[in-house]
């Protein structure tokens, strides 16, 4: 006679593809499909399950979430996280990376109204931190905290800022995640490669996202490298409201819908003028713009 599949709730703490790790409320693990073709569950999420086996079972549920960090473009999404409260930014010393990934990593965090951390890994490379600093200045004098360390001798400069949120590590590949969540967490033990110095871009390590709890408070989501972040998904004036030096002027444009471009009496593009917004945020913006759908 065939078990019949018992109900329970649980977090998914893994993703791969459509099989998801579900740690069940009250102890075990269990490895979990969703109903239907599509799936739209992330690691964090809160879901329902049916267990045909106390360790297999069907998601059928998923609970509302507080936030969702995601990227798109007009084909697809690729979800990172459900329900953090914080994205950890990892950029690295080397390879180089891009200052405006980093802002669209800032801008998709703001729009989930998430707090935002970058990490400025691989300090140890004394000789490239002059550069690195200076990509990260316009960041830092907005607010958003850079934490300095070299994840392979010592990561204890993030945990301050972990302490009691669940954060979702994003960045470029080769920036140093898996190698910090082992710094973290050794017994994570994160598959770690080494950076391909020809290409000047790390290979994709992580292949999933996963869920690690650093203590009963704290949790640490980490998801696969990336060498874009498309933001297909957000409007214009949400693209606006994750720069956060334009808030005091969006409302001074002689045109309510004022794109910020070639229109007369833009109070952005005066603020620019007066030093109060670099000209390479601007650009970035633009650029940004241009590639949303909505």
Known sequence: MSRRPTF???????????????????????????RG????VACGDRVGVELSAPDHGVIVTVAPR??????????????????????????????????????????AAEQQRMRVVIVLNKSDLADRMDTARRLLDPFRALGYPVVELSARRDAAALRPPLAGQCSVLVGQSGMGKSTLIN???????????????????????????????????????DSPGMQEFGL?????????QGF??????????????????REPDCALRAAV?????????LAQYHALCASCSK
């Open 37 to 40: 073709k599509k799936s739209h």
């Open 244 to 261: 956060r030096e334009f808030q005091p002027h969006l409302d001074k444009c002689r045109f309510r819908d004022c794109r910020h471009d």
């Open 8 to 34: 329970a709730e649980g977090t998914v703490v893994a993703a791969f593809g459509r099989q998801y790790e579900i740690e069940v409320d009250g102890g075990g693990l269990a490895l979990c499909y969703p």
């Open 66 to 107: 507080r936030t969702l960090l995601y990227r798109s473009d007009a084909w697809r999404q690729k979800l990172f996280a459900a329900n953090a409260t914080q994205a950890i930014i990892v950029v690295a010393t080397e390879p180089s990376f891009s200052d405006e990934l980093v802002t669209r990593c800032i801008v």
């Open 183 to 221: 710094a973290l967490l050794p017994e994570a033990q994160a598959a770690v490669r080494e950076i391909s110095e020809a290409l000047d871009s790390g290979k994709h390590t992580t292949t999933h996202a996963r869920l690690y709890r650093l203590d009963k408070d704290t949790s640490l989501i």
């Open 273 to 281: 003028k007066a030093g109060q917004i670099a000209p390479r945020r």
């Open 232 to 240: 297909s998904h957000l409007s214009r004036e949400e693209i606006e």
